[in-house]
Structure formats: structure tokens, C-alpha cells
């Protein structure tokens, strides 16, 4: 049964199928950051290890919010590495040779990468009457701008 909110009922499911993709690279996103919180080697090794730490965790709330609004538009929410590959641009690294700067630099992609996505959510809002998602998109953008201009500052 479909919530009664305000929400306009045409655009419930093509906003949470858009929210499912912004779900799946945050999920990835997030595996892969924790990854390299366990693998990350050298001078740096402390920072990233902590700053890493930091990331997966606010990722991994970030992946219950999203999964949970897309539960508010009446959409079931992904949830298998199958459906997540398929839906995500970010990408699983597989490589576990991967230098401290080679991880900044792929997080730093990741974390533009999702931002993009994020943003590609806010013309289906129009007439939609969703300042929920609106709020939630706000958030993860600004987070991701963020992060993204942290990781940059590393490498140069």
C-alpha cells in the first residue's frame, strides 16, 4: 500500500529506481573504501587508515537512509552484489597492490561519480512534491563535494 504523503504518485518509481542507482554506487562506494582502510600502506598509512574509517562509516549510514526513502516512495530497494554491480558506475577494485595515492586518487573519482548521480535526481523532484528526497540528495551531495575536495587536497 503507497503512503499518502503528498508525494506525486507518477513520479514515486522513477525517483526511487534514480535513488536505487545513487544506492547501489554508495554501497560500492562504501565496500571498496573499507577495503582500502585495511590495506592502505606507508607514510600516510594512520591518516588514511582513520580518514577511511571515518568515510565507510558515514557511507554505510548513508546506504540505510537512501535504501529507506526508497522504501518511502513504495519501491522495494535493491540489495545484492548482483543488483548493485548492474546499477552502479562505480566500480569494485579488484587490484590489492593499489598504492595509498592510487586509492585516494580512485575514491576521489568515486566520490565525484556520486555527487553526479545524486544530482541527476533533482529534475525528476520537480512537481514532485519530495522535499523528503530533495533534503536527502542536499545531504549526500554536499558530503560528497566535501570528501571529494578532501581527497583532492592530498594529492596536490
Known amino acids: 500500500m503507497s503512503l499518502n504523503t503528498g508525494i506525486e504518485e507518477s513520479k514515486k518509481t522513477e525517483i526511487a529506481q534514480t535513488l536505487s542507482k545513487l544506492l547501489a554506487e554508495t554501497y560500492t562506494l562504501y565496500l571498496k573504501t573499507h577495503?582500502?582502510?585495511w590495506n592502505v600502506t606507508g607514510p600516510m598509512f594512520q591518516?588514511?587508515?582513520?580518514?577511511?574509517?571515518?568515510?565507510?562509516?558515514?557511507?554505510?549510514?548513508?546506504?540505510?537512509?537512501?535504501?529507506?526513502?526508497?522504501?518511502?516512495?513504495?519501491?522495494?530497494?535493491?540489495?545484492?552484489?548482483t543488483e548493485f554491480s548492474q546499477l552502479s558506475s562505480v566500480k569494485d577494485d579488484a587490484s590489492m597492490d593499489a598504492s595509498a595515492e592510487a586509492m585516494i586518487k580512485n575514491l576521489l573519482n568515486d566520490?565525484?561519480?556520486?555527487?553526479?548521480?545524486?544530482?541527476?535526481?533533482?529534475?525528476?523532484?520537480?512537481?514532485?512534491?519530495?522535499?523528503?528526497?530533495?533534503?536527502?540528495?542536499?545531504?549526500?551531495?554536499?558530503?560528497?563535494?566535501?570528501?571529494?575536495?578532501?581527497?583532492?587536497?592530498l594529492i596536490g
Open 35 to 37: 577495503k582500502y582502510h
Open 47 to 81: 591518516t588514511l587508515h582513520l580518514m577511511f574509517e571515518q568515510h565507510y562509516n558515514d557511507l554505510a549510514l548513508a546506504v540505510d537512509e537512501i535504501a529507506e526513502r526508497i522504501r518511502v516512495l513504495g519501491v522495494k530497494a535493491p540489495g545484492s552484489y
Open 111 to 153: 566520490h565525484e561519480q556520486v555527487a553526479r548521480t545524486a544530482k541527476d535526481v533533482l529534475p525528476l523532484l520537480d512537481g514532485a512534491n519530495d522535499e523528503g528526497t530533495n533534503s536527502l540528495l542536499g545531504a549526500r551531495i554536499e558530503y560528497h563535494e566535501k570528501t571529494a575536495w578532501m581527497l583532492n587536497s
